[in-house]
């Protein structure tokens, strides 16, 4: 049994960069690497996805990432966890197993399934995915397969940290202090970048050195659940008592209360010191009985969504705008429901609330509309276009686009009806 493991996190969302992750592998001496691409809006598009064609629905970026990896976790004896399987972890196992293949490795890929309960549940209008996000115990027993990779689809975020814990210093799951502990420890390090100070930086306030070469962290984690997160020395980013601080309290409404499938964390005792340069240390935190239900993220199709987009500059430029944003409105008022129009960078995220009436020299015009088919929408664009000649003067730059939208929606299922599955398969 070990006293100490070293947890890399090499992406914090599906389109994150990838070269942090191979200067973690290279660079960091990790005993596990995760990677945690999934958000609620994610899985349900790569569920729309897996409709299309059922050999997809993973994650766009794993054949790069895994391409870039797979030798340097070998040869590392690092492990890799992910949820990279998004809506079909099967078809990512494969597909990882189609790249050791290529490269004459030899990998065991162990796959979590189980999260998938759309045919469990009373189906939302025009559902198309139902994702149950579950625990690290799923995790866990791939874990024990000794598989070099592990890949799961839907799964709490910080679950993904708290197995390889669990696993390496023999903890009770049962045991829902270190399990509080261990939720604060994956929460800080989930998305990849912002403690070490991406999400973070606002210039002359909050300066960050080298964003370009922003690092991703590790964290040193000791058998009392305590732990020290760092990064690799010489890449970009900070990490300070400032950067943890407010990933600490990321999306979380209740301290008090911290709901994830494996505990009920409380994240009040918390404390944190600064120990070093780009290391800070993370104690305490405590927790309650895990939850008897799995939360369970709904995706629907939506609506169709139509926009428009048109640039004006010079003299008078947002008057020309907002008589062009009125005109496309006038014609759409009839056809498309709910039409928004915005002028970018005055407007279009508060509203008229806060602008100080401050002209610019140019402004971006944004028309949007919801409908319900494509046709309907691409109406939105086609009108903007048409300003080109139909007026006001000086409009250039337009571009146009349709996207089928799918909403989310969040439900519970008792956790006693989810039954989730490893399979191993080997290169």
């Keep these: ?103 004459k490795l030899k990998i065991k890929v162990a796959v979590l399934t189980g999260d998938d309960v759309l045919h469990l549940i009373e189906p939302v209008e025009r559902s198309v995915s139902a994702n149950a996000y579950l625990g690290a115990d799923g995790i866990l027993e ?14 709490a975020d910080p679950s993904l940290f ?20 261990a939720t604060v420890i994956g929460h800080l390090m989930e998305c990849a970048g912002h403690i070490t100070g991406g999400y973070f930086a606002d210039p002359g306030r909050k300066d960050v050195p080298d964003m370009a070469q922003l690092g991703h962290p590790f964290a040193d984690v000791s058998k009392d659940c305590s732990a ?52 800070v240390a993370i104690e305490g ?30 003299s008078n430029a947002v008057a020309r705008a907002k008589l062009a944003g009125e005109t496309v409105r006038q014609r759409l008022a009839n056809v498309v429901k709910d039409i928004r129009v915005d002028l970018i960078g005055m407007n279009s995220v508060h509203g008229d609330r806060f602008h100080n009436n401050v002209q610019p020299y140019e402004v971006r015009l944004r028309v949007a509309g919801k409908a319900d088919n494509m046709k309907t929408a691409q109406l939105v664009g ?19 686009y349709v996207n089928e939208v799918i909403g989310i929606v969040s439900t519970l299922i008792p956790r006693n009806k989810v039954r989730y599955e490893v399979k191993l398969l080997e290169s």
């Design 1 to 103: 049994m070990k006293e100490k493991i070293r947890i890399g996190c090499g992406a914090g969302f599906s389109g994150d960069r990838l070269d942090p992750s191979i200067v973690l592998v290279e660079k960091g001496n990790l005993d596990y690497l995760v990677l945690e691409c999934l958000a609620e809006r994610t899985i349900g598009l790569a569920q729309k996805r897996k409709l299309q064609d059922p050999t997809q629905g993973y994650d766009p970026l794993l054949e790069r990432r895994i391409d870039s990896l797979l030798e340097l976790l070998l040869a590392r004896q690092t492990k890799l966890i992910t949820n990279m399987g998004a809506a079909n972890p099967l078809a990512a196992g494969q597909k990882v197993i189609d790249i050791a293949k290529s490269k």
């Design 382 to 400: 086609e009108e903007v276009e048409a300003l080109y000649t139909n007026g006001p003067g000086g409009g250039g730059g337009v571009r146009k």
């Design 285 to 314: 935190g405590s927790g309650s009985e895990k939850p008897g239900n799995y939360k369970v993220s709904v995706g629907y199709q939506a609506f169709w969504l139509g926009e428009g987009e048109i640039t004006y500059a010079g």
């Design 142 to 155: 791939a874990i024990k397969t000794d598989a070099d990779v592990i890949i799961t689809g839907r799964v």
């Design 228 to 279: 020290v997160i760092s990064k690799v020395e010489g890449t970009g980013g900070v990490i300070n008592l400032m950067t943890a601080k407010e990933q600490l309290l990321y999306e979380v409404e209740n301290p008090h209360q911290y709901f994830t499938p494996d505990v009920v964390a409380d994240f009040t005792s918390v404390r944190l010191k600064q120990v070093g340069e780009n290391r």
């Design 162 to 181: 708290i197995a390889p814990m669990i696993h390496e210093f023999d903890w009770p799951m049962n045991d829902y202090t270190l399990m509080g502990r």
